[in-house]
């Protein structure tokens, strides 16, 4: 069975410091996609960073960085220089590449910035 | 182009009633899928649309229905509601099935059961 866990329900950071958030994931599958979403008050889940499994390099999106470990399952989000517009629920995702859009999402880990 | 969009925001229904949610998709995008969130939790799949037809479901009973309509707006329809049924109801759409789409959200509806 496809899992993924996010053992941090809530983090903390200071403006401008550095924060990174956890996941780990189970599957027997090879081909797969991870992804981190933000869902803010309004609800709206918004895509923050994607990583496809066969691609050892890890993502970036401006201040939004991975480190995708493949044979641990980890899929961590470093998130730099923190803004108080980053203050959300995080949530790691899995999809396997043959399910469509099916998505194996975290129990989510909420972020707060202290300015 | 708009994005997803969602009705009603916020519904209270009862035990035992039913309840019809829509979802108009993200234009250009023919796939749609719904999602339950219970309060604290990450979302869950229920199901998902392409071409019309339901294509993948997730753990859900058939009590939990959908369609799909030629402009790609779709509906999630819930019968005999349950108490555990609370939740916020995400619609997602995307272009076609392949595993490297990126799910567009909607801000999701709000159902509360009494």
């Known amino acids: 069975a496809q899992t993924v866990t996010q053992s941090q329900p809530e983090m903390s950071v200071q403006e401008a410091e550095t924060v990174t958030l956890s996941c780990t994931y189970d599957t027997s599958e090879s081909d797969y996609y991870l992804f981190w979403y933000k869902q803010p008050p309004s609800r709206q889940m918004i895509l923050v960073i994607r990583?496809?499994?066969?691609?050892?390099q890890n993502a970036t999106e401006n201040r939004f960085s991975v480190n995708f470990q493949k044979a641990a399952k980890s899929f961590s989000l470093k998130i730099s220089d923190s803004q108080l517009g980053d203050a959300a629920m995080y949530f790691c995702a899995y999809r396997p590449s043959n399910t469509g859009n099916q998505f194996y999402f975290g129990t989510g880990t909420s972020l707060t910035v202290i300015p | 182009e708009t994005g997803v969009t969602q009705s009603p925001t916020h519904l209270i229904k009862t035990r035992g009633q039913q309840v019809t949610l829509r979802c108009s998709s993200q234009?250009?995008?023919?796939?749609v899928s719904w999602y339950q969130q219970a309060l604290g939790q990450g979302p869950q799949f229920i199901f998902q649309?392409?071409?019309?037809?339901?294509?993948g479901r997730g753990n859900f009973p058939p009590r939990f229905s959908g369609l799909q309509f030629p402009n790609y707006s779709s509906e999630l329809n819930v019968n005999a509601l349950e108490l555990d049924d609370s939740a916020l109801y995400l619609c997602?759409?995307?272009?076609?099935?392949?595993?490297?789409?990126?799910?567009?959200f909607g801000a999701g509806s709000r159902l509360t059961v009494l």
């Open positions: 234009s250009g995008h023919n796939t």
């Open positions: 990583q496809e499994a066969y691609k050892q």
């Open positions: 997602a759409s995307t272009l076609g099935m392949s595993g490297a789409n990126v799910l567009t």
């Open positions: 649309y392409y071409r019309e037809e339901e294509n």
